[in-house]
């Protein structure tokens, strides 16, 4: 299988439909098949970009390369 990077923007979006499913009583396994990502990838996003908004997203990207450059 053919490894995928995904941008804040998409994981953030794949989350909320994670949720939008787990509300409906889908389990975390049929809501990782619906989003195409395993199960330890889903709960490492969730971890880290759990209640981020879409422009957080995009600042905390920002800020990661500045910090790299400096």
Same mark, same amino acid.
């Given at each position: 299988? #053919?490894? =995928?990077? /995904?941008?804040?923007?998409?994981? =953030?979006?794949?989350? #909320?439909?994670? +949720? &939008?499913? =787990?509300?409906?009583?889908?389990?975390?396994?049929?809501v990782c098949r619906? =989003?195409?990502?395993? &199960?330890?990838?889903? /709960?490492?996003?969730?971890? &880290?970009?759990?209640?981020?908004?879409? +422009? +957080?997203?995009?600042?905390l990207t920002r800020?990661?390369? +500045?910090?790299?450059?400096?």
């Amino acid at each position: 299988m #053919k490894r =995928i990077r /995904h941008t804040a923007e998409q994981i =953030i979006r794949k989350l #909320k439909t994670a +949720e &939008q499913l =787990i509300a409906q009583g889908k389990t975390v396994a049929d809501v990782c098949r619906a =989003i195409e990502v395993t &199960q330890p990838t889903y /709960h490492c996003w969730k971890q &880290q970009y759990g209640g981020m908004q879409a +422009e +957080e997203a995009k600042r905390l990207t920002r800020l990661e390369k +500045e910090n790299a450059r400096l």
